[in-house]
């Protein structure tokens, strides 16, 4: 990691060999174990990063609570102005960040640059929103009456993000929530705690120079008492938690059980529809992206390809052909595609996937395996891998994430794959490469995807922050990002105001004194 400037990519952001957890600069409310990162990319051990303890917890949710009180007075262009001003820190720092999630977490450069590309995107997009957070007015039944609704900060969230996408999901719910004049507080997964830590001190600069109180943002590194802590707070109004499906039945249920709002991103199991029409090329580029990007970990994922009988055979050769090209090593190196999966459990998951899918009946088209030796002593590189399955195998059903791909097929119109896409507990991302208006507009319609991303021409990942992000069924309903997901962030209100001097009541009713 050396010569790619990584020993400078963690001085700028502030990474120490033992990093306080909690809060904001002055770090005071980690007195927990020691946490250690190791990366995925070289095996070694990056730095380590203090835990909270449920006393921490409390510490820190009380200085959220104090910072909200004040922080919600702030008009909130004002909280626009505070994040247009973590945007900028966010490119200054966006070398240094790509790099250090491309290291902790082993995503590719150019990804992890991306990542932090969608940090900076999603805070412009929260600067515009900070002067758009509208509620409509409606006209009374009652005259002299006016009617109104207005949106108020919500108060605490409570964010519980993944190890695949480090910093980016942090970065959508916190623009988002403090232009709504909401305070945050993150706990990162255990697996990518110094991309924690980074954000947090880019952020805290920018509070600090504010004189604002650090308590609006605030860090916790633990595991997942930490999470089942805040899941049952009721100072904590909304948990917004990324993850497994697993997971997140378990947040649900504790949110739920108390009544207040959860924001789910769960698993995915994600296809791409090809179609007798489809352009041949680009649903190479489209699925191959779709599933070795983030070494196949993203939520996002291409792991189905649904192809036409008539075209399977010409697909299925181009698509084994591009893998033949990829290159796995080192994501820091720019000249790999394929950097290795987060640990040696996903690498576990992986061959546990493979075995399973010929264990029932699948044929191997692009053999997996572990790499080792040279370059790959972490133990974390796989080998993208391709296999012939049915959709109903319930290792197809599954949701693994590691670069699998499974190509299946379909005959007939375009209903029936669609059957197959939909087939599947997952609802996030989907797409069909087509150039028949028909089909395209038959997979947009009521009868067509499930899911809450359908795409035409373009892969199942890499989706703009501008549009809502989330799915259906097991992805858990959620929205983040873009559109009018902003709206959970807040709470509603409806004003009724009568300017008369006789109070009529609604629906007409009579009730004289
Ligand atoms: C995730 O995998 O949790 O659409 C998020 C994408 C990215 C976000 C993925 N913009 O692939």
């Keep these: ?62 200085t959220a609570t104090e910072a909200f009180k004040t922080f919600r007075l702030m008009p909130a262009p004002q909280r626009g102005e505070i994040v247009r001003q973590f945007g900028q820190k966010l490119r200054d720092n966006k070398e240094a960040l790509g790099k250090l999630v491309s290291y902790e977490m082993g995503k590719s ?36 009456h006016r009617m109104y609704e207005q949106y108020h900060p919500l108060g605490i969230v409570g964010i519980i993000s993944a190890f695949n996408f480090p910093v980016a999901v942090w970065a959508w719910n916190t623009a988002l929530a403090m232009v709504c004049g ?14 924690g830590v980074a954000c947090q001190n880019i952020l805290a600069e920018v509070l600090k ?3 604002l109180p650090e308590g609006i943002s605030c860090l916790i590194n633990g ?10 707070d ?19 249920q504790a949110v739920a059980g108390r009544l207040g709002k959860s924001l789910l991103e769960l698993g995915g199991n994600n296809a791409i529809i090809v179609t007798p029409d489809a352009d041949i090329k680009m649903t190479v580029i489209g699925a191959v992206f779709g599933a070795v990007g983030t070494a196949g970990q993203r939520c996002t994922s291409t792991r189905r390809l649904i192809i036409h009988e008539s075209i399977y055979d010409k697909v299925k050769d181009a698509i084994v052909s591009a893998y033949g090209q990829l290159k796995i090593g080192n994501p820091l190196d720019q000249n790999n595609h394929v950097g290795p999966v987060i640990d040696t459990h996903a690498v576990e998951m992986y061959n546990k996937a493979l075995a399973k899918v010929v264990e029932e009946g699948g044929k191997i088209l692009v053999e997996g395996g572990v790499l080792s030796g040279e370059g790959y002593e972490s133990g974390c590189y796989v080998k993208p891998a391709i296999a012939e399955a049915k959709g109903e195998y319930a290792i197809v059903q599954h949701e693994t994430f590691a670069p699998v791909l499974y190509l299946l097929k379909y005959s007939g119109e375009v209903e029936n794959a669609i059957d197959i896409q939909n087939g599947v507990a997952q609802g996030l991302s989907s797409a069909i490469m087509t150039n028949n208006l028909r089909e395209a507009e038959r997979f947009l319609s009521v009868t067509g995807s499930d899911c809450g991303i359908a795409n035409v ?4 990942s890499g989706a703009e922050i501008g549009g809502a992000f989330g799915g259906e069924k097991e992805t858990g309903g959620g929205r983040e990002s873009g559109s009018d997901a902003w709206k959970i962030y807040m709470r509603r209100q409806t004003n009724t105001i009568n300017y008369t001097t006789s109070l009529p009541l609604a629906q007409g009713i009579k009730f004289d004194l």
């Excluded at 992890?112 to 412009?124: A, H, L, R, T």
């Excluded at 305070?183 to 697996?191: Q, R």
């Excluded at 021409?457 to 199942?460: K, L, P, Q, R």
């Design 1 to 62: 990691a050396e010569q790619f400037g990584m020993t400078e990519a963690l001085a700028q952001l502030g990474i120490k060999a033992i990093n306080d957890g909690t809060s904001t600069g002055q770090n005071t409310f980690a007195g927990g174990e020691l946490l250690e990162s190791y990366s995925p990319v070289d095996g070694q051990l990056i730095a380590k990063v203090k835990m909270s303890t449920p006393a921490d917890y409390e510490k820190v949710m009380q």
């Design 109 to 144: 450069l150019q990804e992890g640059y991306g990542e932090v590309q969608e940090m900076i995107d999603i805070c412009d997009f929260a600067v515009g929103l900070s002067r758009q957070l509208h509620g409509l007015t409606m006209h009374s039944e009652r005259p002299g």
């Design 182 to 195: 909401d305070v945050c507080v993150w706990k990162p997964s255990e697996k990518t705690p110094l991309c």
């Design 209 to 211: 120079e504010n004189n």
């Design 223 to 232: 595991d997942y008492k930490i999470g089942e802590l805040m899941t049952a």
């Design 234 to 252: 009721t100072r904590v109004p909304l948990v917004s938690a990324t993850g497994s499906t697993r997971m997140g039945k378990i947040v649900a």
């Design 457 to 460: 021409n373009i892969g199942t």
